[in-house]
């Protein structure tokens, strides 16, 4: 039943005939393969390679979580203090509105030779647009204005908003958001791509591995694991499971994690329905929210991100006094220690009542990445058709923006306020 229904879906996606279709640019990205822009991003990268320590990625949401989520996966985790050199260090601003965070970041960009990716394609999104304007001053105090200008590409809107108005006043170099992609599904646009290929990720294996996807996901059949994988979400959601926990055994895989959350969240949770999208991360979590999991309410399920193979190689040694008793386990990898806890926790799950999907990929670099985007893409606007709704909208965001602008006394909120004010 969920599979003829999820094929159902599939078909409205694929016809673009179902709600929302003017924001299905991101299924044709992998093959739209657009050289120049490319070519263009991997130029930036190598001039400010020569001329930034830092780059700062300003953008929130849709606009962040795409590239924080690649970097953390695929780049060393200490490059900075082991000076290998992939690039400039590639920091955030924007993605909240934390004044400690911007003020101790201001205090690292007064150090350093740094540049700035704007990136929004409203361009009045408050967090963003509130970090732009104090890195914009700054880098103009530090480099003068004509030197500031070459170290800010904005990525936004081809021709509308407040950032791309900027940008023209100021000459600054510009890549598109395009019209027909949402925030949530522009990993694969300059959105994604240009902080990563300014970091020395391969964009291009990144872009094949997403089109590989794109093949296995286009196929219409009970095979193609994008279909099957949001068949089984909804049989689940109709058992009750309303709360999905996407896992990892690897801490790589963490912001994947905080960008499934945007994508599914976003995507299904509105008109009253919706899988909650929740994540951990084991065997950490295992030691703070295993207790639940195994024995809380049984409303979840989870589905675990595996990774077959590490990339390095390190082994438990061998120690004489063996006072910790682990000498059993002495020229094991530490892999395998990681693989059996994954079956452990795999077959208590169950025998506690967790439903477990399990999803495989068999290395995380940039291939397996895109292909990785692209697979949860296109599953979450078949899962999303299956619950009847519209996946590429999201009109519950706008409810607090309206609040927060009207407590801060922005002109035309004036009414809202009053209401407000006397509920506070
Ligand atoms: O997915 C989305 O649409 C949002 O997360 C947006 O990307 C985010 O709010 C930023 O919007 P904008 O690009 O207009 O600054």
């Known amino acids: 039943m969920s599979l003829s ?7 409205t996606l694929t016809t673009r005939k179902g709600r929302g279709n003017d924001y299905l640019g991101w299924l044709d990205l992998p093959t739209d393969n657009n050289r120049p822009e490319q070519d263009a991003m991997k130029k930036i990268a190598a001039e400010w390679k020569l001329k930034a320590q830092v780059v700062v990625v300003i953008g929130i949401g849709g606009t962040y979580l795409g590239s924080k989520t690649a970097l953390e996966a695929l780049l060393h985790p200490f490059a ?12 955030f601003a924007g993605q909240n509105l934390s004044q400690d965070y911007m003020a101790e970041l201001m205090d690292l960009l007064e150090e350093k030779e740094y540049a700035a990716i704007v990136i929004s394609k409203s361009g009045t ?3 963003p647009a509130i970090a732009f304007r104090i890195i914009k001053n700054h880098l103009e105090t530090k480099y003068g204005k004509e030197e500031a200008a070459t170290r800010v590409i904005a990525v936004t809107d081809k021709s509308r908003g407040a950032l791309k108005e900027v940008a023209s006043k100021e000459g600054y170099r510009t890549f598109v958001i395009p019209d027909d992609v949402g925030g949530r599904y522009s990993v694969l646009t300059p959105v994604g791509l240009l902080p990563m290929a300014v970091a020395g990720v391969n964009i291009d294996s990144m872009i094949q591995g997403a089109a590989k996807m794109r093949e296995i996901c286009m196929e219409r059949s009970g095979n193609n694991i994008a279909i099957q994988y949001a068949a089984l979400r909804n049989l689940l959601y109709g058992k009750g499971k309303t709360i999905e926990i996407l896992v990892n055994f690897n801490p790589k895989l963490q912001y994947f994690a905080e960008w499934w959350k945007q994508l599914f969240g976003e995507s299904e949770g509105k008109e009253g329905k919706g899988i909650f999208p929740a994540s951990v991360n084991f065997t950490s979590d295992l030691h703070s929210m295993g207790q639940y999991i195994q024995e809380g309410e049984r409303i979840m399920f989870e589905t675990v ?22 000498n059993f386990l002495a020229g094991m990898e530490v892999e395998q220690v990681n693989k059996k806890a994954r079956a452990g926790t795999k077959l208590a799950h169950i025998d506690g009542g967790v439903p477990n999907i399990l999803l495989e990929a068999e290395r995380l670099d940039a291939f397996n990445l895109g292909a990785l985007f692209y697979f949860f893409e296109f599953a979450c606007g078949v899962s999303a058709y299956m619950l009847g709704i519209n996946p590429f909208d999201q009109p519950g965001v706008e409810d607090y923006k309206q609040n927060m602008f009207a407590l801060l006394g ?12 006397e509920r506070l």
């Open 125 to 127: 999104t408050t967090e």
């Open 5 to 11: 229904k999820a094929l159902e879906a599939f078909d």
């Open 410 to 421: 922005k002109p035309g909120y004036e009414e809202l306020a009053e209401k407000l004010k």
């Open 305 to 326: 991100l595996d990774v077959k193979h590490p990339a390095r190689e390190y082994s438990v040694g061998n120690d004489p006094a063996d006072v910790d008793g682990l």
């Open 80 to 91: 900075n203090e082991l000076a290998l050199n992939q690039g400039p260090k590639i920091l």
